[in-house]
């Protein structure tokens, strides 16, 4: 096996258990922070089915990131690939979800944590075989990669601040969307 990719496998499975962990407790910073509007930015501010898959956005956009730049010079498609990894795992949040609360009609927590790490999995592996068999190769597959990954990040941002009025972007707890009024 050649360096490089010994390499990148080591830079994938960490990333695999940075994304889970960091993606798990990013559920939680905003109120931990005490509803700090800049935290807001990177962690959850409600339970609306968005939020939670911002959980998997922001960590994902931050390991690719990092994962590119420790990688840069080695000719994978790793913007690329981790572009189509992003579609791959935030779709598959709510794909998931609404396909299992609409046929079992129930809402379950355990469930919801379940659809994470199952949405991260499927992510990687997506990335894994888009890297591993060179799908999107060349360097105009990497710059539309990396505007794929800008474009996310600025959604995940700015949607938390200015939400649309889709039912996605509802918390089925309060019905608000966004940065929850939070009365002092």
Known sequence: MARTEKNWRRW????????????????????????????AAFAAVNESTWE?????????IVWSLIEWIALRGNKLPI???????????ALSIPIIYYTYRNALGVNNPVVN?????VAVLLAFWITWVAIK???????????????????GWLL??????????????VDPATGQRGIPDIMS
Request: net charge positive; aromatic share 14%; glycine share 10%.
């Open 12 to 39: 994938e499975v960490t990333g695999l258990f940075v994304v889970l962990i960091l993606g798990n407790l990013l559920h939680f910073v905003f109120e931990w922070s005490g509803n700090n509007r800049i935290v």
């Open 52 to 60: 939670h898959m911002r959980l998997f956005v922001i960590p994902w």
């Open 79 to 89: 913007l690329s690939s981790r572009a189509l990894g992003l579609l791959v795992g």
């Open 133 to 151: 068999r060179r799908w999107l190769q060349g360097t105009l597959w990497q710059v539309l990669g990396g505007a794929v990954l800008l474009a």
């Open 156 to 169: 995940a941002v700015l949607w938390t601040y200015m939400p649309p009025s889709a039912p996605i972007f």
């Open 113 to 117: 944590v379940i659809i994470f790490q």
